[in-house]
């Protein structure tokens, strides 16, 4: 398997264009858009707070996945913190690559917050809507990375195995000799992208079968298990992972958001039952008085 396309769609200058990763994922943010404003009006809401809370959103999502990126230091690249900081005015250059989906989470998150605040609105119904589309966004998003002929993993006699160009590969997989030209790599993309599509897909139907027992907030929670938990085991096909000791960034920001979210859901459902409980005995108890 191999991209059909080249990686920029359009042409405008030598070192300039509309690149097909930039286009995927603005397919994947619109569409997880829709969804989050056909949910918002399936409540009662009106979605247009999803679209204006969108563009607070999608800038601060940009800023925190580029940070990310910037203060990485990802194995086998030369592209990371060490570069950067002698090279600060790439830190701009958006069209060369380098974004981090935790950053984009967390920048994302922000601005719903924000937006929000701003417009006097509970955020936790909103962040709901957006969770599921979150993960529909990056299903297609992540194709991007396919065409970019990014985001493999190791070699693979699996006949969904990428095909990876020479100037796209890292170290020590641009040894032709040792990797020639016909070598197959887990396509460590697909993935993920499959992943987060089964993760819409469950997310989607707890919302619509489970709203009446959702606490503001649960679907977000999901999200935040739900992504991690996939990435985590995803990461040891990552030979570029930014590692933090032996333990990729990846895989130990997965650790802490699996056990913080599951523990935050525990736990405010168990709140939510013990005042449910204590409400339903002091109504009891006035009507016994009555």
Not at 75 to 93: K, N, T
Not at 210 to 236: H, K, M, S, T, W
Not at 248 to 264: D, N, R
Request: hydrophobic letters at 45%; a negative charge.
């Amino acid at each position: 398997m191999k991209p059909p396309v080249d990686p920029i769609l359009i042409h405008i200058a030598p070192n300039f264009g509309i690149h097909w990763y930039g286009l995927l994922i603005v397919i994947g943010v619109m569409l997880g858009a829709v969804y989050a404003s056909w949910r918002a009006k399936q409540d009662g809401e009106n979605p247009d707070h999803v679209w204006n809370g969108l563009i607070a959103a999608i800038i601060l999502a940009i800023i925190g996945s580029r940070l990310y990126h910037v203060f990485s230091e990802p194995a086998g690249s030369m592209i990371g913190w060490s570069y950067y900081r002698e090279h600060p005015i790439e830190i701009l250059y958006l069209w060369q690559g380098g974004l981090g989906i935790y950053g984009a989470i967390a920048g994302g998150i922000l601005g719903v917050v924000l937006y929000a605040w701003w417009a006097k609105l509970n955020p936790l119904p909103w962040l709901d809507y957006g969770a599921p589309g979150l993960a529909l966004g990056q299903f297609v998003g992540r194709w991007g990375n396919f065409i970019n002929q990014e985001l493999y993993g190791p070699p693979t006699d699996l006949p969904w195995g990428l095909i990876i160009d020479p100037m796209y590969r890292i170290a020590p997989y641009n040894d032709l000799a040792t990797y020639p030209l016909d070598t197959l790599f887990h396509p460590t993309f697909l993935y993920e992208s499959l992943w987060c599509l089964l993760l819409f897909i469950t997310l989607a139907v707890i919302a619509h079968k489970l709203r009446d027992r959702l606490l503001p907030g649960d679907l977000l929670l999901g999200y935040i298990i739900g992504y991690p938990l996939g990435r985590f085991f995803i990461e040891y096909l990552r030979p570029d992972a930014w590692m933090i000791g032996p333990i990729a960034a990846a895989q130990l920001f997965a650790i802490l958001s699996v056990v913080g979210g599951t523990t935050t859901l525990i736990v405010r459902h168990i709140k939510a039952r013990s005042t449910k409980t204590a409400t339903r005995t002091a109504e009891n108890q006035e009507t016994e008085s009555q």
